[in-house]
């Protein structure tokens, strides 16, 4: 008998059904590997049954990839057109003259957040989190499609 009263032959010990911690990247990395050769072979085929109606899809699926890395290309000119910039409201602007309607603007009030938000403040998050969360609703219900399935391009 060796050491600690093992045989000479080693015995192996019963595998854990758990992964170990070396397995499991190599195991998520052969999913995403295998769903992206699935996801060219669909690509290529829908680009060979209708390139134009391919094409749409996939502008509009980056255009939201976009989107949701930096939500601030959508709302950033709306509110900058409005008349909120970094240097606060514009003269002579649509938030010029809200404000000389409203008079003093109340803190966390609308106008507030839209005021932060041109200049680059607490309201561009609250800015960023509207837009993503409308694009997740908007996932939901199922609004994603640019060509609806019955058109043949």
């Known amino acids: 008998m060796g050491i600690g009263g093992a045989s000479g032959a080693e015995e192996k010990a019963p595998r ?11 195991f998520y990395l052969n999913i995403a590997v295998q769903a992206t050769k699935e996801w060219i072979s669909e690509a290529e085929e829908n680009l060979h049954k ?40 514009g003269r002579g602007t649509v938030a010029a003259a809200i404000q000389s309607m409203i008079g003093t603007v109340k803190a966390c009030s609308f106008f507030a957040y839209l005021q932060s938000a041109g200049a680059g403040g607490y309201g561009a998050t609250a800015m960023n989190t509207a837009v993503r969360g409308a694009m997740y609703v908007k996932q939901l219900l199922g609004f994603r499609k640019v060509v609806d399935a019955s058109t043949t391009l």
């Open 16 to 26: 854990s059904w758990w992964r170990t911690i070396f397995e499991v990247p190599d």
């Open 50 to 89: 209708s390139p134009v109606r391919a094409a749409l899809e996939y502008t509009f699926n980056a255009a939201n990839i976009g989107a949701w890395m930096v939500p601030g290309v959508i709302w950033g000119p709306a509110v900058n057109a409005l008349g909120f910039g970094t240097a606060g409201v």
